[in-house]
Each structure stands twice: as C-alpha cells, then as structure tokens.
C-alpha cells in the first residue's frame, strides 16, 4: 500500500467537495455578480431536513430530492425578493446581505434541531470500492463524478449558450444587460434556482461526508469561498481544480508531522499566495474597477 | 466542537417505564411545599449556550433544582434567584458575563456553570472577588487548577486516563493513539497524561490532534492507521467523534483496533447516531455514574428535571454534575442564618463542604481551602450494547501522577477516596 496513494485518493475525496461548493458559488457569481455566502447555510438547510425526512420514515429518493428542491426554494425566494433591491450596491454590500441570510437561516436551524450528534446515512455510504488501499464509498464517488460533470457543463453552459452569455452580461453591467432587453428577472431568478439547487445537493452530501451539524455545514462555505478566489471568481475549470489541489496538498499535510494540526489552515494559504500572485503589481479594491 | 454529552430525555422515560415505576416526588431543600417569598438570594451560571455547542446542560439542571428549592421553602424562607448567562464560547463575552454577575448583580456564588472559556477567563476574577464557582461541566484545566471553582464532573484527563487505564487492564492494549481537539487545555491537556500513564507503564501512546473545523476526517483516520497502535481513544465532542467514528466505519476499522472513548460519546443519542457497526466495540468512561441509576440522588435528579426542566434540557452526565453542584450548594447554605447570607458568608460555607457522598459519585465531593479542586477521580466504563450502554466496570481510581498535589490535599483535609 503505497501511503502518498491514500493520502492522495483521500484529499481527492475532500477536494471534490471543495471543488462542488466552489463551482456553485462561481456560477451564481458569473450570473450575478453576488458571492453567496449563505451558500453553506442553504446546504445544512437542505442537509438536516433530508435527516429530519429520514427519521420520518421517508423513501430515500425523496431525502435525495427534498435538500435540492429545499436549497432552490429559499435561494430563489433571496434572489427574488431580496437581491434585486440591492443591485445597484456594491458587491461587498451584496455579499454581506448574503451573510445575514446564513446568520438567519442558522439561527432558524439551532432553533428547530437542538444540537446533538446525528448522522445522515445514506444507503450510498454503504457501497463502496478499493482505491489505491483506501475504501471509496459510493457517495464520494458521487460527489466526485457530480463536481466533475457540473465543472464541465456549467462551463459550457455560461460560454455557449445564449443564457449563458445573457448571465454573464448580466454580471458584468446590469444596466447595460437591461438596455441591450436582457431579461434580468428571469434570466437571475434561473441562477439563483440552478445554484440553490446545487447548494442543497452539496449540503447532502457534505452532511453525510463531513458531519451533520449546522454550524459546521453553513461555516464550510469558507473554505469553499477560498477556492473560488483561487479561480477569481470567473473561472469554474480553476475553481474546479483548486478544490481538488487544495483537497490533496490539506491531506499530504497529515504526513509533515509539524503542519499536521494545521492542514485546516490550507485552502486560505493557497488562496491567499494565489491573490497575493495574481495582484502583483495591482491595486485590489473590493470593486471590479481595479 | 460539539456538545459533550446529551442524554434524552427519552432514555429516561423508557427506563422508567421498563422499571415500571411512576416518577418519584421530587424532594429538595426543605421540602415543605410552601413557596419561598423571602428577600431572594442572588446565584449565577456562566454556560456556553451558543456557538460549536451547547454546553449549558449543568445549567439547566441548577436551574431545574433552585426551582424545586423555590417552591419548596427556599433557603429558609429566601428564593434563589438564578441568573444563567451565555458566553457564546467567546472569551470577551465570558470575561463581560462574569464581571456583569460577580459586579454588577453581585451574586454570592456560581452554580451549574458549563463552559469552555468561562473558567479560564474568570479564574483570576473568582478568586479577586471571594466568590465561589461550583460548576458542572469542565472541560478545560482552568477548573481544575484554580482555587475558586469546583466541579463534581472528572474532566477530560481523568476520563481519558480512565479510559485508557480500563483498555490496558482489560483488553490488553499496548499502544493507545488518542484522536483529540488541537485546544491545548481540553484535549490535549487529556491526551498527553494518558500518554504520561502509558509510559510509566512501559507501553506506548501517541496524540492526533484535529482542528474542530476540519472537515477532512479521513485524514485523521489514515494517522490512525499510520500510527501502530493497537487501540484508539477518542477524545473528542460527540459530534465530530461521530464523523471521525463513521469514517472509521468506512474503512471498516472495526476488528484492526481497539475502541474507546472519554465521557462525549456517553450519550444516548450516540448508539442511534453511530448505528450497530460499533455495538459491542466501543467502550466509553463516563466520570458519573449511569444516567437510568435507581440510588436516590439518581432517582431524584430524574424527577427534578421532570418536574421543573423543560423537557428537551439534555439528561445527561454534566445535567448530574450540575443538579449535585446545586444540591451540595443549598445544603451548605441552609446551614446560614438566613439574614447573614452575604457572598463573604456563602464562600466560607462552600469551602466547608467535606465528604458528601452520592450515588452519582464513585468518591465524597468535598471542597476545601486548597489552590485546586478535583473531588471526582474515579469513573465507570460502559460499552455500547443495541440501542444504549451497559456498564462494563465498578468504579475504578484513576491513576495518574496529576493527581498528586490533589491526593496531598485530600490527606491533609483527612479525606479517604
């Protein structure tokens, strides 16, 4: 057994959540220009009533079903209701407004779910095969094979087609966007929805993969934040392979007995050498002026 | 991290129904039914409420017992008036709560406090002001290391000591890896005294300390592995126990170690949370004894919470250690003339305290006037059986050389453990 080969084949299995969460961020981002920093928050929404579904008794396609249609449910309702009034502002002013709706949201969870261990388990867990020494359940794989394949087509879907171009217009000049007849509501309310959904599904998988607690779940969009720097925001194939390169590099850690107690610290070093790179010789402002 | 131990309340009640027993009065106090209208007796509670976890179950418990006091004759006639405060885990907001209850309300003690900063941050203050703390749940050093609080509750280290002290008598472990929080005061603080009992035994012990943030537990697990240990201690809050414990499960660990745990995976939600792959595997310490008991204090402390709790407070070890903090507090105040019960007055009575006995307890709680308390060294093992625990061991002494100064203290004071 070789042991960079688990080593590796683990921080894929992290890095792939990493990279999921990261991509929808940098979707909803392309579209709207607003960094949601309730992503997270929507995920443990989603997260714990597919739990509270499962200790119902419900049929394990709807626990599958209920975080993705719960995540898209309350994203739309933000970026409906909310959002627009905040379109003129500036982006950090947006991305706050997105924060005091994960402050909400988790202070609606610790009210309902008083905080005690649970666990998601999905029958997905259950399944699973031998890689380079290390069991890979099903749901890794699945949450592996699904960064992957939005990675691709989320890609392909904001460069190639005409909603595609009409988010990114959008995201670049709003107002330009609406003279030029984009139609700005709905076009956003399908970012919002799309990213909503993806949100919901991540949280599953990270409440099963991770740890089914609220805070937990709605604080990991920090990390995932730090690989969307990595891909400054637009570039999904970056956000993408940032996740997996940080995954990896936070699970070789373990092996440099010194760092080892602080390989939680990786994703913000990465993405912090990264901007530290890419504004060399530039004045960074929280606009896109600079 | 997460909560410590949670029992619900629904173990409980299924006990007492298997018992078939109806719920006994609760009895507290002066247990005369008439309702205290006195001047009130000011008492505080610093908990962590909010933030990684609720740790507010002592709290709750105090709060549960004053209640019964209150409707039950007070303290000679004076109500209890119990301030419970939330430091958020955050050490400003600790240091603002415990000047606001030692200065501003002017309490005379603390009582059922459960905190992960309040102690550390406090200590100084405490000891300044003449006031006493007889906490609950202790998770750091500070509380045992500092001359004004107390606690029923053994604390991280004797727990994960009698853990291990357990593992190596009775299943022969040779190498123990202690999976813990990276916080120096709990979990490390823990670890590496089990690592100091492993030593002086001739055997070996190693710590893996984890971020609480981390959501990476695989790699946790493969240092487990890398390790070469024979047998894992978890030391860890039940939460994060739980995901470090299901990815053991997906590597299917189970038959390569042994497993143990400190007092969090005590908890009835556990057997539920884990699921039946660890069933007759892990064997957990709990520095009280079991919660479904049938002793009087046991017996008490249900009926109490069932009467003047809220029904979804936790039914657990650090709720025990917070009703006992509460008991052993009224019992040495009722001692007072009720017209001269000051906090000069109430200190002098808690340092009294000497040889309570319960059967929550393997030893007396006693307080006294020494640098440091730690009444509660010894403890139980209960294994994971389906659907709950089942005790595995008779109380046992934990040892370990951090004791030593306590063992002189309990000497010097005449006390016998």
Known sequence: MNIYG???????????????GGVGLVLLNRATGILNFAYGALGALG???????????????????????????????????????????????????????????????????????????????????NFAGLRVTLTRLIAFGLALTVALSMGVFL?????????????????????????????????WGLSGALAGFTGLLFGSLVRLDPATLTFLVIPMIATTVVGRLQSIP????????????????????????FRAMTPFVVAIITLMWLQRGRLLTFANED | MKKIAVYSAS??????????????????????????????????????????????SSGDAAQAFFK???????????????????????????????????????????????????????????????????????????????????????????????????????????????????IPTSGIYGCSWMQKFMENKGLEASIIPLDPASA??????????????????????????????KVAEEQDLRDNFKWISSTPLYDADIPAALGKYWTGVLTVNAELNPIDGTGPDTTNWRAIMETYANEGDPRDTFSQAGYLAAKYFVEAVLKLDPADINRASVTKAIQAISGKTSDMMCGPY????????LPNHANIMMQLVDGGFKQVSECTQVDTEYLAPYLAIEKEMGISN
């Not at chain 1, 309902?112 to 998601?120: A, H, V």
């Not at chain 1, 390169?245 to 699970?251: D, H, L, M, R, T």
């Not at chain 2, 609760?26 to 006195?38: E, F, I, R, T």
């Open chain 2, 216 to 245: 990476d537990m695989n790699s946790a697990v493969l240092e487990t592995i890398a390790s070469g240990a024979d047998t894992v201690l978890v030391n860890m809050p039940g939460g994060m126990a739980a995901a470090f414990l």
């Open chain 1, 6 to 20: 688990l080593f590796i084949a683990s921080g894929l299995a992290v890095g792939a959540l990493y990279a999921l």
């Open chain 1, 159 to 191: 460069a190639r087609t005409r909603t595609g171009l009409m988010m990114r217009s959008i995201a670049a000049d709003r107002d330009v966007a609406a003279l030029l007849g984009t139609p700005i509501r709905r076009v956003e309310t399908l970012a």
């Open chain 2, 68 to 182: 019964c006091i209150n409707a039950n004759g007070g303290v000679n006639g004076r109500p209890i008036e119990f301030t419970m405060e939330d430091d958020q885990w955050n050490p400003e907001v600790a240091a603002q709560v415990g000047n606001k209850l030692v200065k501003d309300v002017g309490v005379v003690a603390l009582v059922g406090s459960g905190s992960f900063v309040d102690m550390a941050v406090n200590a100084k203050l405490y000891a300044d002001e003449g006031v006493m703390s007889m906490a609950g749940a202790c998770a750091i050093s500070d509380c045992y290391e500092s001359s004004n609080i107390v606690t029923a509750a053994g604390g991280p280290l004797i727990s994960s000591v009698g853990a291990a002290q357990w593992a190596v008598a009775h299943q022969g472990a040779k190498n123990i890896v202690c999976v813990t929080t990276n």
């Open chain 1, 47 to 129: 997260a714990m009533l597919a739990w509270q579904a499962m200790q119902w008794g419900a049929p394990e396609p709807l626990v599958w079903l209920l975080p993705i249609f719960v995540g898209a449910f309350f994203s739309l309702a933000f970026g409906r209701y909310i959002a627009p009034h905040l379109s003129q502002r500036e982006p950090v002013v947006k991305a706050v407004a997105t924060l005091g709706f994960a402050i909400v949201i988790l202070g609606f969870m610790n009210l309902i779910w008083i905080d005690t261990p649970r666990k998601l388990s999905l029958t997905t867990d259950t399944i699973s095969l």
């Open chain 2, 11 to 56: 173990l409980v009640g299924a006990f007492m129904m298997m018992t078939g027993g109806a719920m006994a009065a609760p009895s507290c106090g002066l247990s005369n039914g008439q309702k205290a209208n006195g001047e009130p007796i000011k008492v505080g509670a610093i908990v962590g409420q909010t933030g990684p976890d609720d740790f507010s």
């Open chain 1, 238 to 261: 970056i956000t993408f392979v940032a996740g997996l390169v940080i995954g990896v590099i936070e699970s070789l850690m373990t092996l440099y007995k010194p760092l080892a107690p």
């Open chain 2, 366 to 373: 006693y307080v006294g006037l020494a640098d440091r308390h």
